[in-house]
């Protein structure tokens, strides 16, 4: 399969969300796709708090981080402000969106009621905090379905790094709910790859962003070497896949897990959301198939592509 076009470059390493369209999304959607009006995504589901704001994502290299659009969404920033002084709440939309929540609840009153007594959920989950992928929005996640975790770059650190609230919550779901599942979804355009992947080799941690995606430098080596010939946009692109592997790995030095693994009561998945073209990729670890020894390699198996 192709590897995900590349996106833009930006000085902030962390904070660059801009991604150029893929010549295929331009053809369906003109040379300026609005983001509300892409429907055949996911993309329509994240509305904004504000209805009257229309951000343009332009599909050119030419206009990704112009003057131009910073001073668009400078401008916007500034009207949000003002508004919100002038008396118009920003958390109007917020207050729509629980009633209309609150109608379900009451629609499956019986389901909740079971909610409230206790959880059972299938799945659990580790995605990024990005704003753009929340996995209830992309994989239909229903209440009581998913324990999620979400962090920067959806990376899981090794047993040996000592407590964080990612293994915290790997041993509640685990060892207390006994989840039969646990997928770590990665994405496209993932700033915390990207500053991982800007980070020098003798750097040290100089912010809590790079002291955490310092947990991923193993994908990053892999990204390198794999795709030195590659530019560095496309190298972020095999580092977003390749850290999902290296988690996937890391989840078996829990003792517990790879104690269920291998016993086949606990499966772990890997997943790679793509928003720029509403793709999905999962696969499985193939436990019989990894060397334990060989940490951060692992088997695959069950790989399918969703389009």
């Known amino acids: 399969m192709a590897a995900p076009p590349p996106f833009s470059v930006s000085t902030d390493s962390f904070a660059s969300t801009h991604c150029i369209l893929p010549p295929t999304i331009s053809k369906i959607f003109g040379p300026t796709a609005k983001l509300g009006k892409i429907e055949h995504t996911h993309l329509r589901k994240l509305t904004p708090l504000r209805r009257d704001q229309d951000f343009a994502l332009k599909a050119s290299k030419r206009s990704m981080g112009s003057p131009e659009l910073t001073q668009q969404l400078n401008n916007n920033k500034l009207e949000t402000l003002s508004r919100a002084e002038d008396g118009q709440d920003i958390f109007i939309d917020l207050k729509d969106r629980f009633l209309s929540f609150k109608n379900k609840y009451t629609e499956n009153n019986e389901q909740f009621e079971k909610l409230a007594k206790a959880q059972a959920p299938k799945f659990m989950v580790i995605a990024c905090g990005d704003s753009r992928v929340c996995p209830s929005t992309i994989l239909g996640f229903q209440p009581g379905e998913a ?126 959301y793509n928003f720029i073209d509403c793709s999905f990729e999962k696969w499985t670890l193939d436990y019989r198939g990894t060397k334990m020894e060989e940490r951060g390699t692992i088997s695959t198996k069950n790989k399918v592509f969703w389009s």
């Open 147 to 272: 324990f999620m975790i979400r962090n920067v770059a959806n990376l899981v650190p090794p047993y040996e790094n000592g407590p964080t609230e990612t293994n915290a919550a790997l041993e509640f779901a685990v060892n207390t709910l006994l989840v039969e599942n646990i997928l770590v979804i990665g994405h496209s355009c993932c700033g915390g790859i990207r500053a991982l992947m800007s980070m020098k080799d003798d750097e040290n941690g100089s912010s809590f962003i790079k002291s955490w995606v310092v947990v991923g430098k193993n994908a990053r080596k892999k990204a390198e070497a794999a795709a030195s010939n590659l530019s560095f946009d496309e190298k972020c692109t095999h580092c977003e896949k390749e850290s999902i592997n290296i988690s996937l790995s890391n989840l078996l030095t829990y003792p517990w897990i790879e104690e269920k693994v291998a016993k086949e009561k606990l499966s772990v998945h890997g997943g790679y």
